[in-house]
Nanobody, 125 residues
């Protein structure tokens, strides 16, 4: 069974940092891409970043470029999202999911499946 468990969220002041972790299991980690998504109250789910464990492709949406860094530890089946210079608009539940590839168009939600429960990130102003 494919499963994701996210952790590392919390409450942080604007300008602060958090490192989110995504533990993956139940599939061949090296053959797929992992995407990070976020959903704020009253808003649609938004793809933030993805990484292709199979092809090395990495993508960030414009609002997080230069502030967020995605990485993958294939030995541990873990994906991380280092978030620096956090802003109040980054407040959301962050979750990860799996897709066949990290598209050049970014993490499109309809291409991903097996979402985790998510971890709450709250950035105060």
């Amino acid at each position: 069974e494919v499963q994701f468990v996210e952790s590392g969220g919390g409450l942080v002041q604007a300008g602060g940092s958090l490192r989110l972790s995504c533990a993956a299991s139940g599939f061949t980690f090296d053959d797929y891409a992992i995407g990070w998504f976020r959903q704020a109250p009253g808003k649609e789910r938004e793809g933030v970043s993805c990484i292709g464990n199979n092809d090395g492709h990495i993508y960030y949406i414009d609002p997080v470029k230069g502030r967020f860094t995605i990485s993958s530890d294939k030995a541990k089946n873990m994906v991380y999202l280092q978030m620096n210079s956090l802003k109040p608009e980054d407040t959301a539940v962050y979750s990860c999911a799996v897709a066949r590839y990290c598209s050049a168009y970014g993490p499109l939600w309809w291409a991903y499946k097996n979402w985790g429960q998510g971890t709450q990130v709250t950035v105060s102003s």
